[in-house]
């Protein structure tokens, strides 16, 4: 785990190096080693990581956040990630170089003879980068508070964000993936790279991306034997880079599947991380105990009663510097903490699994519509009769009627593959928010469509504007708050553009999700793993955090005069939320309960005051 930052500007070397060396101070932990490296109008440095984070050769200069794991194919094993970078760039150029590696990264390359900064970031987006116009010059850093000193950098919000953060869904807060919650800090995107010859002369250029091509042919079993390779190759280079790994365990597929990817490859059982809970609507110990046996040498499970969600809150930000999307994220910081305290260096997880896989409820939808526009009717209402089956709930029903009021609000029959805004979800508590501060109704999200499948659409949706980006940065910062790595293998680029070839039906079928998957670990993972129906999802019981005083507390939050003066909410629809959530924890009402909402609210309030955030 390393950090970088740098300066672009024509001031002399020695302010270069002080300059750098303060912007990496704000990003490692006290203590952290850190290196800066100045040359013609560039200063670049890198701090903590324990190998070098830096090359510099024939005027070039490479700081470097992050792995590559396909060194030994580039005939590069003995070299540091930043010297294969800077040996690359010498030969390819640095779009070429970018295409050419494997990994997960955030690098910067100035070459003084055409006095020209380079920044690239790895194809889906697991480490951050972010870059500003400062008043003398751009400055560039993985952290956002290192861009926040910079002179003509302000603290103040990026007002649609905050908004969106208050009374939106999480779904939203990334649907733009070149800004940052700051006004003055844009976030360089995943799959991009940055080109500057100067401070106004600044081009952002896609180096990678996913397009529709003609779908794998083969049996079932065929593309299974290709994905287990995939995956098990995806797990297998990633250990070989890890330090002291261990390995967050769900009662899930995913997580387990590269856990068992990992036994096989290395012949050991490993080490595996859980939170488990008192409140038992999100526990899955039970689910858990049918990997202990064949694939973990000590369960490491973390019980996480009724916590002190506030202070908690304040030491993730204090990670984050931004508010942190959702309560699971609790969970794995505590995770984190804990691993780290035990001397593991690297937590392997199961992230991208369910986009991939189509793991999650929602994408039944999109699979039914698919269905529809081929017109394949009589499977589509097997299809749903087998959802009914097996997915029915007393609260989020199932039936054909549920799934025509999704088509009426979430796709669009008439152009194929595109998929709407789920306005429903989006709006749920828009009428908290002060119309004056902004109008969530003008909010209309971007929605990507390179295919013409609204499934594919989705999932692409969900890894770069939705789901993924939010999950990525928690795990990249609380990992390296601990001063560990993260590594999630699904994402490894080869499966991701392998499953968008995969037809819908090897992914749902039946009523089950991850068809393929679980044909793929056939024998690898124990049966009663690999073929559970029953769907818990990675959660927290926040709905239990934010009951009693903790509830009053957040009452007595909302009332304050700070708070108020802000202007973002109406406090008396506030309040009726928040009684409302009472009731439904009490058990008084059979619906869904606020956990999300208030974890949200909480955390805008703690950021706004910690970061000591303003608004234009």
Known sequence: MARIAGLFSPMPAAEQRRRVGAMLALECAPGSASHVETAGQAGLGVCGGTVPGWACEGGLVVVFDGHIFNRAELGASDKSPAAVLLALVRERGFEKALRALNGDFAAAVYDSASNTLWLGRDRVGVKPLYYARAADGMAFASRLRALLDQPGVSRCANRRFAALFAASHYRTFDNDPATSPFADIAQLPAGHYLQARGVGDIKVTRYWDLSELPEHRGSLEDLAAGYRELLIDAVNIRMQVAERPAFTLSGGMDSSSVLACAVRGSGAKQHAFSSVYDDKTYDESDEISSMLASAVEQWHPLKIGTPDVPALVARMIEAHDEPVATATWLSHYLICESASAQGFGTLFGGLGGDELNAGEYEYFFYHFADLRRQGREKELQQEVDNWV????????????????????????????????????????????????????????????????????????????????????????????????????????????????????????????????????????????????????????????????????????????????????????????????????????????????????????????????????
């Not at 749920?428 to 109704?441: E, K, M, T, W």
């Open 389 to 616: 089956k097996y997915h029915d709930h007393p609260i989020h029903r199932k039936n054909m009627a549920v799934v025509e009021d999704h088509f009426r609000r979430v796709v669009d029959f008439s152009r194929p593959g595109i998929c709407l805004p789920d306005r429903r979800r989006l709006d749920r508590y828009a009428a908290v928010l002060n119309p004056d501060f902004y109008s969530l109704q003008s909010f209309q999200p971007e929605m990507d469509s390179p295919y013409t499948s609204y499934m594919k659409n989705r999932t692409y949706q969900d890894i770069f504007r939705e789901t993924a980006p939010c999950c990525l940065r928690a795990e990249d910062r609380q990992g390296a708050a601990f001063g560990m790595d993260h590594f999630d293998p699904f994402f490894d680029y080869r499966l991701v553009e392998y499953m968008f070839r995969v037809p819908g039906a090897m992914k749902i079928h039946g009523g089950v999700t991850k068809i393929l998957l679980r044909e793929a670990m056939r024998g690898i993972l124990p049966d009663e793993t690999r073929t559970r129906i029953k769907k818990t999802g990675w959660n927290a019981p926040a709905h239990v955090w934010f009951s009693g005083s903790a509830l009053e507390a957040l009452r007595d939050t909302i009332h304050s005069a700070s708070f108020r003066q802000r202007g973002i909410y109406l406090t008396p629809a506030l309040d009726a939320i928040l009684n409302e959530h009472e009731r439904i924890v009490a058990g008084q009402e059979a619906k869904d309960n606020h956990m999300m909402f208030l974890w949200q609210l909480l955390n805008l309030d703690i950021w706004m005051r910690d970061m000591e955030v303003t608004f234009k």
